[in-house]
């Protein structure tokens, strides 16, 4: 398809582009930094954003920053999730078969905890994405996982993942006081302004091997426009201009071209 035509070695604007790869924006790099303290000192940490805002991103450059000898990560991604299948899902990526009650299953997950820390020498890292589909019974169960020992220390990193009303529709409210006044880092992934969004459209096509500019400095403007800064809209309409452009045999998109693939052919016209 349009790799051939515009001469590219690999697919940009896709999620499984390599981590080193990846845009590093200032706010990018800072959360990430910020989300490593927290795995270092077995902090509790809250990620918050808009939808397609980057937060996946986000966790795969920092998961992929954690020294493999020296963490075990363990990703639970379930609206569903229960605080018993909470416990069942972390000991099933620890290879433990977990036992039917949820309070059996919690000792069996702290003792495993307590294992990896004490005899692996290993610090444990827990990543709960979407978390802003779980209900108050499952958030509140992570105070009781991070009360350890008389409270005086956590035995793991917990890092809450979610888009915006995690805060706003939850944590922020009075019912969830007790959980909020436990949280040590909080981060919020703002959209790119315009200046990031055309260093984050040109990252993407130098991981392609696209030696030329093909986006002109007004389709740039466009595409900013309608994506508002939005890393997964910017995919959508990046990939969608550059079909046109090859079925077009056009080697330069301008903002024509931009505004005819948000109109025609992103279902919900961009943005808006």
């Given at each position: 398809?349009?790799?051939?035509?515009?001469?590219?070695?690999?697919?940009?604007?896709?999620?499984?582009?390599?981590?080193?790869?990846?845009?590093?924006?200032?706010?990018?790099?800072?959360?990430?930094?910020?989300?490593?303290?927290?795995?270092?000192?077995?902090?509790?940490?809250?990620?918050?954003?808009?939808?397609?805002?980057?937060?996946?991103?986000?966790?795969?450059?920092?998961?992929?920053?954690?020294?493999?000898?020296?963490?075990?990560?363990?990703?639970?991604?379930?609206?569903?999730?229960?605080?018993?299948?909470?416990?069942?899902?972390?000991?099933?990526?620890?290879?433990?078969?977990?036992?039917?009650?949820?309070?059996?299953?919690?000792?069996?997950?702290?003792?495993?905890?307590?294992?990896?820390?004490?005899?692996?020498?290993?610090?444990?890292?827990?990543?709960?994405?979407?978390?802003?589909?779980?209900?108050?019974?499952?958030?509140?169960?992570?105070?009781?996982?991070?009360?350890?020992?008389?409270?005086?220390?956590?035995?793991?990193?917990?890092?809450?993942?979610?888009?915006?009303?995690?805060w706003e529709e939850k944590l922020r409210l009075r019912r969830y006081a007790a959980i909020r006044q436990r949280i040590?880092?909080?981060?919020?992934?703002?959209?790119?302004?315009?200046?990031?969004?055309?260093?984050?459209?040109?990252?993407?096509?130098?991981?392609?091997?696209?030696?030329?500019?093909?986006?002109?400095?007004?389709?740039?403007?466009?595409?900013?426009?309608?994506?508002?800064?939005?890393?997964?809209?910017?995919?959508?309409?990046?990939?969608?201009?550059?079909?046109?452009?090859?079925?077009?045999?056009?080697?330069?998109?301008?903002?024509?071209?931009?505004?005819?693939?948000?109109?025609?052919?992103?279902?919900?016209?961009?943005?808006?």
């Amino acid at each position: 398809m349009f790799e051939e035509f515009f001469g590219m070695q690999h697919t940009p604007f896709v999620r499984d582009v390599p981590v080193q790869s990846l845009y590093g924006s200032e706010v990018l790099d800072d959360t990430v930094g910020r989300l490593t303290y927290a795995a270092d000192r077995q902090l509790f940490a809250v990620v918050t954003g808009d939808a397609g805002s980057g937060k996946s991103t986000t966790i795969r450059r920092f998961v992929a920053s954690l020294p493999k000898d020296q963490y075990i990560t363990l990703y639970l991604s379930d609206s569903k999730l229960t605080p018993r299948w909470l416990y069942k899902g972390l000991l099933d990526q620890l290879g433990i078969e977990s036992r039917f009650y949820r309070g059996d299953a919690k000792r069996q997950f702290q003792k495993e905890v307590e294992i990896i820390r004490l005899m692996q020498h290993k610090k444990c890292v827990i990543i709960l994405d979407e978390a802003h589909l779980l209900d108050k019974e499952t958030l509140e169960e992570f105070r009781f996982l991070l009360n350890y020992q008389f409270d005086s220390m956590s035995p793991t990193a917990l890092v809450l993942v979610g888009q915006n009303e995690l805060w706003e529709e939850k944590l922020r409210l009075r019912r969830y006081a007790a959980i909020r006044q436990r949280i040590d880092v909080r981060c919020t992934l703002p959209n790119l302004d315009r200046a990031e969004t055309e260093r984050y459209i040109r990252a993407h096509m130098v991981y392609a091997g696209c030696e030329n500019d093909i986006f002109t400095d007004k389709a740039l403007d466009e595409v900013f426009r309608i994506s508002a800064g939005i890393p997964r809209v910017i995919n959508r309409i990046c990939e969608k201009s550059l079909m046109y452009a090859c079925q077009k045999q056009k080697h330069l998109i301008d903002d024509y071209s931009v505004r005819y693939v948000s109109d025609h052919e992103l279902a919900e016209g961009g943005n808006s």
